[in-house]
């Protein structure tokens, strides 16, 4: 089958011209990326203990935080989407807000609340808990920052789902808790994975509110994208590797994310 | 044993406000207007909705009593529904849909999948086990969602206009699954509807509902025979039409009704009284319609133009603009033969003896 040329009419020239200009906007820099650096540079960075270092921390507490704004989130997009309860218009919104704080000013936030004198801290350090400069002012700051992509895209997953299906299941004897296992949680499934990629992504390249709350210490706290800032003020040519296979890293994440997303779609 | 409730609650602008019984293997049809509560009462009896004062009984077992405070949630009754669109689970096939409610009550997977199978088998649906429900015509649909509802043996069945949303031709097919379990079910069943004939085929016994108030209640046939208001005769398929007691011969009344003049047999039991108020009921069927006006010994004839014509699965429901409006019921083919069409003017007849008038 021969698909027959549309007419070219202004508004598909407008539109065409827009697809042109944000392919070639988004994939351009990332050749200009890659093809700046060479082989040799990529494997000694892949050498690198300081790299390895970067990339085992910022893996490591990527999967913690996406498995806590998960835990946290999913009951939370439940209550924005579902709840009847005075203040959730206001939920709604604070949950919102890291999506327009810049990230630096989050960071500080994070910082005065947690530090030995702030309000969170001063409550933990009886407890021998510090959060700043730590792996779990790694984890905050992510959590902070990539929470909301992933309620707000649940949230509206679960406004989609038709209320007479799951009130269906409770007349077939399942539970509230049966109900949500076997009908809104499937039906549900392509927000979750939408969301978890969306914030997953946002947690493994955050960089503003980590530096300010959880600093720079190589093998604990120095994440891809801090060690890329850093290696940038002292060798750009090995910033560029490490950026290239953060990149990398990143697809093949969305890669297995999608790969798995249609095996299950598949069973 | 069977369902006792009587049921209090708010619907939008409706207060509903009734009481209804259903004994195990006579289905009860609950008939009634858009918005009368029927579809209010099914969410209480289910557990979907919380009445404000009532209580509910199934085989002897108290789901709801606002006195004593219980209130069963739904997927503690032992109920069945089947909603007017199915409302299948969209990511389970039809096998999978008919056996959530085996598996949500944790019967034993070898006996889930005998009831399973037997179900689809009943309901022919085996061919279509593996099939998901979107790709399923309307009525598979809903064969699916009474495979399901019924797979469980509910205590109480309830059937939301389960053919209303169907064409006619899968009503058909529908309707003889639905009218084939309703003979076999020794348990309660609750079968909503707002068209006569489901009720007149298939329940025992029919409550009309109107403005949330039982307004009548009776065996189906009684209540097409003996509707006691215009809209109970209007749910019931028949004419009824108000006038006045204008004179009397013997048996014979003459009801001065709009326009017409209407021979009728005074009803034995509430006969009219003359100069008053008088009603007059004519089973649409029993009206027939010519072309020219008609010789022989129809005592009634009405002269006037089509209004609507209405499929009524097999035959046509046409209405004429006399005053008051006159409803036929002819078969298609002597429709066709006729051709009535909206607009054309028609002579209508009946006999005095199909025409009973009543106080």
């Keep these: ?58 893996l490591v507490t990527t999967a913690i935080s996406l498995g806590i704004v998960v835990l946290v989130g999913t009951p939370l997009a439940t209550a924005l989407a579902r709840g009847r309860f005075p203040g959730r218009t206001l939920l709604d919104a604070l949950v919102g807000l890291p999506l327009v704080l810049p990230p630096v000013v989050a960071g500080l936030a994070l910082l005065l609340a947690f530090s030995p004198t702030g309000p969170l801290g001063s ?22 920052v990539a929470g909301p992509f992933y309620v707000y895209a649940v949230s509206a997953g679960l406004i989609a789902v038709d209320p007479a299906v799951e009130e269906m299941a409770t007349t077939l004897r399942a539970g509230p808790w049966h109900v949500f296992r076997t009908v809104t949680l499937p039906l549900i499934r392509p927000a979750v994975a939408y969301g978890a990629v969306l914030s997953g992504a946002r947690a493994l390249g955050e960089f503003g509110a980590t530096i300010t ?55 | ?203 025992a016994h029919a409550v009309v509902l109107e403005a949330g108030q039982v307004v009548q209640e009776g065996p189906p046939a009684e209540l097409a025979q003996r509707p006691r208001s215009a809209p109970v005769a209007a749910l019931m398929g028949q004419n009824w039409l108000a006038g006045t007691a204008a004179a009397r011969d013997g048996d014979l009344w003459t009801v001065e009704a709009g326009e017409l003049r209407i021979l009728a047999v005074g009803d034995a039991q509430e006969p009219p009284h003359l100069g008053e108020r008088a009603y007059v009921l004519v089973d649409p069927r029993d009206v027939t319609l010519h072309r020219e006006h008609p010789e022989g010994s129809a005592q009634n004839v009405v002269h006037a133009a089509v209004a609507s014509v209405v499929d009524a699965g097999g035959a046509l429901r046409v209405t004429l603009d006399s005053v008051p409006a006159l409803v036929v019921e002819i078969t298609t083919r002597a429709a066709a033969q006729l051709g009535v069409s909206t607009g054309c003017r028609l002579y209508a007849s009946f006999k005095a003896t199909a025409a009973r008038a009543f106080a």
């Design chain 2, 1 to 203: 044993m069977g369902l006792v409730a009587t049921v209090a609650a708010r619907a939008g602008e409706l207060q509903l406000d009734a009481a209804l019984t259903a004994e195990g293997g006579r289905p009860v049809a609950l008939i009634g207007a858009n918005a009368a509560g029927k579809t209010t009462l099914l969410r209480c009896l289910a557990g979907l909705q919380r009445p404000d004062r009532g209580r509910i009984q199934v085989d002897g077992e108290v789901w709801f009593d606002s006195d004593s405070r219980v209130d069963r949630p739904a997927h503690r009754r032992d109920v069945g529904v089947v909603p007017q669109h199915g409302v299948l689970f969209p990511h389970l096939d039809v096998a999978g849909n008919v056996a959530y409610g085996l598996r949500a009550s944790r019967t034993s997977r070898q006996e889930a999948r005998r009831r399973t199978a037997a179900a689809l088998e009943r309901f022919g649906l085996a061919h279509l086990a593996q099939r998901t429900p979107e790709a399923l015509s309307g009525g598979e649909r809903q064969r699916v969602a009474l495979a399901r509802a019924t797979v469980l043996e509910p205590a109480l069945l309830l059937l939301d206009e389960p053919l209303s949303a169907l064409d006619a031709a899968s009503r058909a097919a529908v309707r003889t699954s639905l009218r084939e379990l309703l003979g076999e079910r020794r348990a309660a069943t609750v079968l909503v509807t707002h068209d006569a004939r489901d009720a007149l085929e298939l329940a």
């Design chain 1, 1 to 58: 089958m021969s698909a027959r040329m549309p007419r070219l009419t202004p508004v598909r020239a407008v539109v065409a011209a827009a697809c042109a200009l944000a392919a070639a906007f988004v994939t351009l820099p990332l050749i200009v990326l890659i093809t700046h650096t060479s082989p040799s540079a990529l494997l000694d960075a892949a050498h690198d203990p300081v790299v390895l270092d970067a990339l085992r921390v910022s």
């Design chain 1, 213 to 267: 709350v959880a600093g720079n210490l190589q093998g604990r706290t120095q994440t891809m994208p801090t060690a890329i800032y850093i290696a940038f003020e002292r060798d750009p040519e090995g910033a560029v590797a490490l950026a290239v296979i953060l990149a990398v890293v990143s697809f093949v994440l969305l890669l297995g994310v999608r790969g798995l997303h249609l095996a299950r779609a598949a069973i």
């Design chain 1, 123 to 144: 409550a933990l350090s009886p407890l021998g808990v510090r959060v700043p400069l730590t792996e779990a002012a790694v984890v905050l700051a992510q959590c902070f």
